[in-house]
């Protein structure tokens, strides 16, 4: 099916249902909270019944965006609705949610590794973030952009594309970023908002994160580590939460191509962040473990002890290096 024919369906089915949920994955980040806020909005100017619903709670940075306080934290559908729509999530695991598969669910992503678990699914990899694809189904929905949908867009464009660094950013990327500007985003606000009012604990974990780089590969490769026994021992609470970007750092040191930061979950395993520079697909050492995501910005989940799973990951790396005959800074 095309991409308008695609759109045309979700449109239809707007239309269609009177009751509608939105949802998107675990731990949000900028992108979800971002395109499931600003859908949301949307859907009520239609005059539909609308309800937001997150297994984790909104980061403080997140909180505030025009429509959060909608947001209801529940692992459990209680009722069934007209449709689901299922935002930035790989499988219908992802959001964490239970009551999801007897739905009629508009799967909405942009990532290539995504599944088609809905009963429409619009998967788009050429877009730069699922909040570009709600912009454009909104342009298609004919909905007026006000100033409070024109922030979330913002939020989840700027965010998922590392402030409009990454190389899924395109020309269209900015003209949709100029348009939400002249709709009433607040481009300064956003970004101090977003870039400039962390936590005191997460300034301290990236301290942790800093610390315990290790570098691999003769600095091709670094990895880093977030375990429980390092936050207590810095007085962080250890809770795993608000780690969006922290993996960014390592990121920045000159040579390093790829970065994997490993964060420790209560029972034990980890979950494992992988980014990458130039062309390598990190995406494929993460689907080679079970996850997914972009080729630079990918996931997945491994046993502990972190010895065994930090091992594990570094020989994948290499693996994928070495077949491609690679050296320098291109793989």
Known sequence: ????????????????????????????????????????????????????????????????????????????????????????????????????????????????????????????????????????????????????????IYVAILTDTGSFQFSSTRADTFRVAAELADRGADVSRIAMDTFYANPVDKVRKMGVVINAMELAENGRVVTTALTRGDMRAHGIPADGSDIEGLINYPMTIDGVEVAVLFQELDDGAFRVSLRSKNAFDVSRIAAGFGGGGHRKAAGCQLAGPLAEARARVLDAVRKAMRSRGTSGSKI
């Open 1 to 152: 099916m095309s991409t308008r024919a695609t759109i045309d369906r979700i449109v239809e089915t707007v239309h269609a249902a009177d009751d509608l949920l939105v949802v998107s994955h675990v731990r949000p980040d900028g992108d979800s909270a971002g395109s499931q806020f600003a859908l949301a909005l949307a859907l009520e100017s239609l005059d539909k019944r609308v309800s937001l619903i997150s297994r984790d709670p909104m980061p403080a940075r997140y909180g505030t965006l025009p429509g959060a306080g909608r947001l209801r934290v529940a692992s459990r559908l209680e009722r069934s609705y007209g449709a689901v729509f299922v935002l930035e999530c790989g499988n219908i695991e992802r959001p964490g949610i239970q009551g999801l598969e007897s739905q009629f669910i508009v799967n909405v992503d942009h990532h290539h590794s995504t599944e088609p678990f809905g009963a429409i699914n619009w998967i788009d990899p050429e877009a730069c973030a699922v909040g570009e694809m709600i912009f454009r189904l909104l342009k298609a929905m004919n909905v007026e952009i006000t100033p409070d949908i024109a922030t979330n």
